[in-house]
């Protein structure tokens, strides 16, 4: 490429052919001696799956773009690790991103991308999938790719390169990645990575016909699964897209995402991965629930994975039993995008508790709703284990911007909820919020300090303790595709930094409340570049490769990230387009522009999230289509889903004595 | 005060069972508290019936003696941990093993017996052997005995508080060569103490004297750990337990 000339970067020169399948181990190990950590790459876990390379047809290596110790306990790549090598024709094994000391030591001795499981090269895999949870993954995709020897761009690969496969919930814009991956695919990945299995399978056992692009246009009719690059872009004057149209009539003209229905048949992971090392969740998690529908509108998570479908009591019965029994773990998080909302939580917490009772097995929740908690479910969770702080998610600081993002609680409401906490033996609680919301100004955000001030002091008061503590965690808001957002201004850093000193200013004039109150908080700058990747089209793929290619890894880590490179880069690669990081971030879109991901279909109709756009402007809420009528989303008619929740009537039967 | 949580204290420790285990091949690369993590979770997925501290937080009652560095083998790590109902040890031992990676061992579990002082006490001395790959015999031979033959041998030592100049020598108590197939062996008995002398140090101190300097990293692994005794050897840290207690009923587990 014209660009590698220009910038060499820290690219793989070393020759790193193999035998298919070989360990690089006994190569890698001497490395591994001079390291940091060096245990989150020798693999082993508990319930880590090895199989031997020539039994199975097709080879995934699977990808968390970020540390080992932040993606190993990630439940999605998890999951279609265990679902893929149930197939007796397939082999899944790990990878992750690797730290810029082994990855220097890498190059030098010719060692390239490889497994934890078997130590395998990446490059000698059919399928390299990559679960995208932020967007700050992007240069880390690209240090893999060429540690692995796999050329960066799509269109410099050949049939005996890895078909390379993002998932995740950034995949549901891989516009800026559109010339890195070969396939994105679209919402729930379980039965995907099975029919993708079958056309690779298919398609090597005939004497791979047609070469890549046969293989891709195979991939390309398999329903959720976007190809890139059988679509152009064209661009009008004003920098806008002008048309996304496919090139071949074999593809479908829409690529719609994948529901997985009926979540107690996917009692995945059954027997979840448990490293000796470190990891940012000790714990092992159950989803009790996928999607959500209190739309709340900042929320791409709760847009996109719509409708909600529960697992019963009885199937998270077997997965908390079949799990701990698995792992030794003594917490089990219950996990969904809102816990408290399952119709039957507070019966799931009691029956969970009363089977756990003595065997100091604790249960957690991720952040409550607010108008969700009540104190018996917050006892039934901590009963057998720890006590440990309670977490709300109130995420707008004033009532009039709650009822702008949709998540509407009243003040009133949220002080009496946590002042119940703390007079119920609770000191810590933590609550999130974000700023840079569309039309926030500085008084919403500063109602944070009265309301913190507020909770401590009425919590004083009900708890009879001075030692309550509350910390305000604070983000700056990234606007994402499909979102009733997708169409605003995102705030600039400056706009962000200035209203987070104002708060941090006003939470300490009042030491004697102010010192119970701690405030943490992200500056800006990331979110600007989240913002540029969220939204961004093709034409920021030449961002993130110039980024990389100076050497930008590790972008979520804010001691790798560096605001000035990625600005300099945004600034000479756009250029050439006539558009710039502002035009990306900080502008408004209208109706009908034509957004990157127009062509990605979500089920979200669109002109019902421009209507809620408008709502959201205007100030009004609108209900839960689970106990409300359904106000037309899109969802369900277009994906041929429905709403799936109980409560089911059933219950826990006590377990006989262990 | 500190406030207590309702209910009943933990059930004490009835049982006290002193453990000596391996870490081997890959798992040379796990760090004292990746082992730490490792051994409390087995210990559940085993179900040995742990003894719990008291309080809101309670922990399993597990202490640890000190571990050999991430990166270094061993034979002989220890560990004591309190039980809540008696056990037979070699049942726990079994349990335990086979909830932990192939790559840990758990090579024996004694009862300690009450009266015959801690296990602590009776750890003052690690033998290591270090391989050291693409180095011969005779370029090894001449620099240890460089070494032994020194009084003081200054090395800069990595800190917490960056670098820090200790003295090698005194802590290694005796050193030999030997090889293997063309790879030449290290053997080494060294005393714990402050500042820790570790086999890196004792490289450093190679290179320091001698200009050793191995082409690719050692392979360390901790032989033996114990008191060390007039003949130059260490003794068996469980000796005294194995000794003092006989056969004896335990509920099984």
């Known amino acids: ?658 | 005060m500190a406030r207590q949580p309702d209910g009943p204290p933990p059930p004490p420790t009835v049982q006290k069972l002193r453990i000596r285990y391996a870490k081997r091949g890959r798992l040379r690369f796990a760090s004292h508290r990746d082992l730490a993590r490792a051994l409390e979770r087995a210990l559940r997925r085993a179900q040995v019936p742990m003894a719990f501290s008291a309080g809101f937080s309670p922990h399993p009652k597990i202490s640890y003696l000190g571990a050999a560095p991430t990166g270094a083998a061993s034979e002989a790590e220890y560990v004591e941990i309190g039980l809540a109902v008696r056990c037979d040890p070699e049942a726990v031992r079994a349990g335990l093993d086979a909830a932990l990676p192939e790559d840990i061992a758990v090579l024996e579990a004694v009862e300690a017996a009450p009266g015959t002082g801690s296990l602590a006490d009776r750890i003052d001395t690690s033998v290591w052997r270090l391989e050291l790959p693409g180095l011969s015999l005779t370029e090894l031979a001449p620099a240890v005995e460089k070494f032994l033959a020194a009084d003081v041998v200054t090395i800069a030592k990595r800190t917490k508080n960056g670098l820090k100049d200790i003295d090698a020598r005194p802590a290694v108590a005796s050193a030999w060569v030997g090889d293997e197939a063309g790879c030449a062996i290290l053997h080494m008995v060294v005393r714990q103490g402050t500042p820790a002398v570790r086999p890196d140090d004792v490289l450093a101190a190679l290179a320091a004297v001698a200009d050793l300097r191995p082409p690719s990293p050692p392979r360390a692994v901790r032989v033996a750990q114990g008191r060390l005794d007039d003949t130059g050897t260490v003794a068996d840290p469980l000796g005294p337990d194995r000794e003092a207690r006989p056969l004896q009923e335990h509920a099984a587990i």
């Open chain 1, 1 to 658: 490429m014209a660009q590698s000339a220009v910038y060499p970067g820290p690219v793989m020169t070393a020759d790193l052919r193999t035998t298919a399948g070989e360990s690089l181990y006994p190569r890698l190990e001497p490395l591994l001696a001079q390291i940091q950590k060096p245990i989150q790459y020798v693999g082993g876990e508990l319930n880590a799956q090895l199989k031997p390379w020539e039994t199975a047809d097709v080879h995934w290596a699977l990808m968390y773009p970020d540390a080992y110790e932040v993606g190993l306990p990630n439940q999605g790549l998890m999951i279609l690790y265990e679902v893929l090598n149930e197939r007796p024709d397939t082999l899944a094994e790990r990878t992750y991103a690797v730290w810029p000391d082994l990855a220097a030591l890498m190059r030098e001795a010719g060692v390239g991308q490889f497994t934890v499981d078997g130590h395998r090269a990446v490059r000698d895999f059919d399928l390299l999938g990559v679960s995208f949870a932020t967007e700050l993954g992007y240069t880390n995709l690209l240090e893999a790719l060429d540690l692995a020897g796999i050329p960066l761009h799509v269109v410099d690969r050949d049939e005996s390169h890895p078909v390379v496969v993002a998932g995740g919930h950034a995949a549901f814009n891989p516009e800026p990645v559109a010339d890195f991956v070969d396939c994105a695919v679209l919402g729930d990945g379980e039965q995907a990575v099975g029919d993708i299995t079958d056309v690779v399978k298919a398609w090597k056992a005939q004497g791979r016909p047609g070469g890549r692009e046969e293989l891709l246009a195979r991939l390309a009719r398999i329903d959720g699964v976007y190809v890139p690059r059988f679509y152009a872009v064209s661009y009008g004057p004003d920098g806008t897209i002008a048309a996304v149209t496919r090139t071949r009539d074999d593809v479908p003209e829409r690529v719609g995402k994948r529901t997985v229905m009926d979540l107690d048949e996917w009692p995945y992971p059954k027997t979840p991965l448990v490293p000796l090392a470190e990891s940012v969740h000790e714990r092992m998690s159950v989803e009790i629930f996928r999607g959500c529908t209190r739309g709340c509108r900042f929320c791409q998570a709760g847009m996109i994975t719509r409708p909600v479908r529960e697992r019963t009591i009885t199937g998270i019965g077997s997965m908390v039993e079949q799990g701990l029994k698995a792992t030794g773990y003594e917490e089990v998080g219950l996990l969904s995008l809102s816990s408290a909302d399952h119709s039957e939580i507070g019966q799931v917490a009691k029956e969970l508790a009363d089977r756990y009772e003595g065997t100091n097995t604790g249960l957690s929740l991720p952040s409550t709703r607010v108008d969700a908690f009540n104190v018996t479910l917050a006892n039934e969770l901590s009963r057998n284990g720890r006590r440990s702080g309670l977490t709300f998610a109130p995420e707008g600081g004033s009532e009039r911007i709650r009822r702008v993002i949709n998540k509407t609680v009243s003040k009133e409401d949220l002080v009496r909820t946590v002042t119940t906490a703390y007079a119920n033996g609770w000191t810590q609680v933590k609550l999130y919020f974000m700023c840079g919301l569309p039309t926030e100004t500085d008084e919403d955000v500063l109602e944070i300090a009265d309301l913190a001030v507020e909770v401590i002091r009425a919590g004083r008061e009900a708890s009879g303790r001075k030692d309550i503590r509350c910390t305000v965690s604070i983000g700056g808001f990234v606007p994402k595709p499909h979102t009733p957002f997708q169409w605003a201004s995102q705030a600039s850093p400056e706009v962000i930094d200035n209203r987070l000193r104002l708060l941090r200013q006003k939470i300490n004039e009042d030491r004697k409340i102010g010192r119970s109150i701690g405030l943490r908080y992200h500056d800006g700058k990331p979110g600007a570049i989240e913002g540029l990747l969220s939204r961004g089209d093709r034409r920021v793929g030449r961002v993130i490769e110039r980024v990389w290619r100076e050497g930008g890894k590790f972008d979520g880590w804010s001691e790798h990230f560096s605001y000035d490179r990625w600005t300099q880069s945004a600034a000479e690669e756009l250029a050439a387009f006539g558009v710039d990081l502002d035009w990306y971030t900080t502008r408004e879109r209208t109706e009908h522009e034509i957004l990157p991901w127009d062509h990605l279909d979500s089920g979200l109709d669109k002109e019902w999230l421009w209507d809620d756009w408008q709502d959201a402007i205007s100030e009004e809420e609108v209900a839960d289509c689970r106990w409300t009528p359904c106000y037309d989303c899109g969802v369900c008619p277009t994906m041929g889903t429905e709403i799936q929740i109980g409560p089911t009537g059933r219950s826990l039967i006590p377990l006989t004595v262990v």
